[in-house]
């Protein structure tokens, strides 16, 4: 018996720094909900609802889409390039035609960039004590 595929909805993880964000895709008109809350409202700047809409925009699939999002952890920016890197992911599992467009703009790459922890001996990460003559 071979497994049937559902494609009226996908799901998908993406991953940035501490944040990790779950994303749900069905078809729609364009609604974007995180922590359930508007995109707008939960990400306040223009600049990270751009981050978290990059993948739709450059597929031209911007209002094609209703998204459910939860995320947690780490700070906006990183919560937003969660988002974005999980909708890309979904995107990819509902059409592998869109892999191309979405790997040219780095969607599809989980940016390893993380905090250096902080040694023993030290103030922070690579910070040392501070030389004193007397």
Known sequence: MSPVIDNS???????????????????GEG???????????YFRTSFLRQIVLA???????????NISVKVAGGGMRG??????????????????????VLKSHGFLTRDPRAKERKKFGRYKARRGHQWRKR
């Open 31 to 41: 609604m974007i909900t995180v922590n359930g809350k508007d995109c707008s409202a």
């Open 79 to 100: 919560q937003a390039e969660a988002v974005r890197h999980g909708i890309a992911r979904a995107l990819l599992a509902w059409n592998i035609d869109f892999r191309p």
């Open 9 to 27: 909805r996908q799901r998908a993880v993406g991953r940035r720094k501490e944040a990790a964000a779950r994303v749900r895709l069905t078809p």
């Open 55 to 65: 993948p739709l925009v450059a597929l031209g699939k911007d209002k094609d889409y």
